[in-house]
């Protein structure tokens, strides 16, 4: 005797996609379906089976399809008026929904075959389990933001292969569960991503905003902000993931002025100075030197 359990994901729906292996990541409020298959591998009938499965914390149960019946509160799979003959299945479809509260952990279901009439089964193949990662999902993307429009437009260029972090709302480093600090990569099309993520407040920065890929750069939009490469985050349960924390960085341009008088000249934004006339009444030809760095 031996039961197998296997998982699908779905949207708030229920609408199903293809199974995701143990390194999956779900959000909260996404709906999945617990597959498990009770098979007998003999060499006789079996008889009086009963499973159990009881539901994990994390996890609200939604309904249950399939042979012989299933109760929610004790977990208890009961096939005990059936007679499973050699190499026979019965199936048992458990649907949940993840719950917010199981962000950014791990949520393990165990099945285990716990009672039958027959004696000598092999006890290791009685028990099966499978992992999901629970959490939510902080996503960006670097752009070029060559009109200084402060905002993502078609057409504009990534920036790739820019490092960023995650950090604690007090500058201290998000850690993974190896005790790294948490970082991302930007691809080929500047994006990146944190996923598993509890409920909870965040910073995203932007590392070494003045080499590598963004070397004569400097910050237009980040997030909801301006001229930073930092950018404050808050995952809510009625918000959920933030996908648009996005960060844009223009090249900065020279403009050169000469002036050949020597002297500093006093320039105000906005404004032009006047140069008076000469004693002589000639224009005063003096010229000046500014360089101002600008975006644009």
Not at 42 to 51: C, E, R, W
Not at 160 to 179: F, I, M, N, Q, S
Not at 192 to 205: D, K, M, N, Q, R
Not at 239 to 267: K, Y
């Amino acid at each position: 005797m031996g039961v197998h359990r296997r998982r699908q994901y779905g949207d708030r729906e229920g609408n199903r996609g293809p199974d995701r292996g143990s390194g999956g990541r779900l959000h909260p409020g996404t709906s999945v379906t617990y597959t498990l298959t009770l098979t007998n591998e003999g060499p006789s009938p079996a008889t009086g089976v009963i499973a159990q499965d009881e539901l994990p914390s994390g996890v609200t149960f939604v309904s249950a399809q399939g042979d012989g019946s299933y109760d929610a509160a004790s977990g208890k799979w009961d096939l005990s008026s059936e007679v499973i003959e050699k190499d026979a299945t019965r199936t048992l479809h458990i649907t949940v929904t993840i719950d917010a509260s199981a962000a950014g952990s791990v949520v393990t279901n165990t099945a285990t075959i716990e009672k039958q009439d027959q004696i000598g089964d092999k006890t290791p193949d009685n028990s099966s389990s499978v992992p999901l990662t629970a959490g939510y999902t902080i996503a960006g993307k670097l752009y070029n933001d060559a009109n200084a429009s402060f905002s993502s437009d078609n057409g504009e260029s990534p920036y790739t292969g820019v490092t960023v972090a995650l950090l604690k709302r007090d500058g201290t480093p998000v850690l993974d569960k190896d005790g790294n600090p948490v970082t991302a990569v930007t691809d080929a099309e500047g994006k990146y991503s944190f996923p598993g993520l509890a409920l909870g407040e965040y910073t995203v920065s932007v590392v070494d905003p003045t080499s590598g890929p963004l070397e004569g750069t400097k910050p237009t939009e980040a997030y909801t902000g301006r001229y930073k490469t930092t950018a404050d985050v808050t995952i809510a349960e009625a918000t959920g993931s933030v996908i648009d924390v996005n960060f844009g960085f223009a090249q900065a341009r020279l403009r050169w002025r000469l002036h050949l008088d020597g002297r500093q000249p006093r320039w105000h934004p906005g404004r032009r100075r006047a140069r008076d006339a000469g004693r002589d009444g000639d224009a005063d030809p003096r010229r000046r030197l500014r360089r101002d760095r600008c975006v644009g």
